[in-house]
């Protein structure tokens, strides 16, 4: 991930107008700075595939909500509009699904780690997604072939689960809900 550094912060609306983008990349904006990233590795598309097939499956079977995986925008503010891997919106919120993207906070969001954006996971796109709330945050991280899941409580996150290689990983909102890791990493 490169930072594109402007001589001051914009706003979302204005990311939006802006026509100078090259096509083979994806840019977000956090805290109002462009941040351009690569096209993910295939190994980041097979752990993504296997996620969204296995959490995709449970919410639609539960009947829970919507899930979308990489490319969605998410616009939590209005400086901040970022494209997580993979996020669930419960059936109670899908009013913020609208014909621009997602515009507010989903229930989960799942971001996949590399060597490129692994920083910006951990570091500013973990507290833009604690600013708003966002109830669980799950760091999936192909090279140690590990799952973290933070949940959101007094304010902050809680590392509430950590498997690396096998176990399963279980989710807080998606009550019930267990991620064989083993599948999860399958095909890489």
């Given at each position: 991930m490169e930072t594109l550094f402007a001589e001051r912060k914009i706003t979302v609306r204005e990311f939006l107008e802006r026509d100078d983008f090259e096509p083979d990349f994806i840019y977000e904006l956090i805290n109002g700075e462009i941040v351009k990233k690569s096209s993910p590795h295939p190994k980041h598309q097979i752990v993504l595939g296997n996620l969204n097939e296995a959490v995709r499956k449970f919410v639609k079977d539960?009947?829970?909500?919507?899930?979308?995986?990489?490319?969605?925008?998410?616009?939590?503010?209005?400086?901040?509009?970022?494209?997580p891997?993979?996020?669930?919106?419960?059936?109670?919120k899908k009013s913020i699904i609208t014909g621009n993207g997602v515009e507010g906070a989903p229930d989960l969001v799942v971001e996949i780690l590399s060597p490129g954006t692994a920083k910006y996971d951990r570091g500013d796109k973990m507290k833009v997604y604690k600013k708003h709330?966002?109830?669980?945050?799950?760091?999936?991280d192909p090279k140690l072939q590990s799952i973290e899941i933070y949940t959101f409580a007094d304010n902050d996150y809680e590392l509430k689960e950590l498997v690396m290689d096998k176990g399963e990983a279980q989710s807080t909102v998606l009550q019930g809900f267990a991620l064989d890791v083993e599948k999860i990493f399958e095909g890489m």
């Amino acid at each position: 991930m490169e930072t594109l550094f402007a001589e001051r912060k914009i706003t979302v609306r204005e990311f939006l107008e802006r026509d100078d983008f090259e096509p083979d990349f994806i840019y977000e904006l956090i805290n109002g700075e462009i941040v351009k990233k690569s096209s993910p590795h295939p190994k980041h598309q097979i752990v993504l595939g296997n996620l969204n097939e296995a959490v995709r499956k449970f919410v639609k079977d539960k009947k829970l909500g919507t899930v979308f995986f990489a490319p969605v925008d998410v616009f939590l503010d209005g400086e901040n509009a970022l494209v997580p891997d993979l996020i669930f919106i419960s059936e109670a919120k899908k009013s913020i699904i609208t014909g621009n993207g997602v515009e507010g906070a989903p229930d989960l969001v799942v971001e996949i780690l590399s060597p490129g954006t692994a920083k910006y996971d951990r570091g500013d796109k973990m507290k833009v997604y604690k600013k708003h709330r966002i109830p669980e945050y799950w760091l999936v991280d192909p090279k140690l072939q590990s799952i973290e899941i933070y949940t959101f409580a007094d304010n902050d996150y809680e590392l509430k689960e950590l498997v690396m290689d096998k176990g399963e990983a279980q989710s807080t909102v998606l009550q019930g809900f267990a991620l064989d890791v083993e599948k999860i990493f399958e095909g890489m």
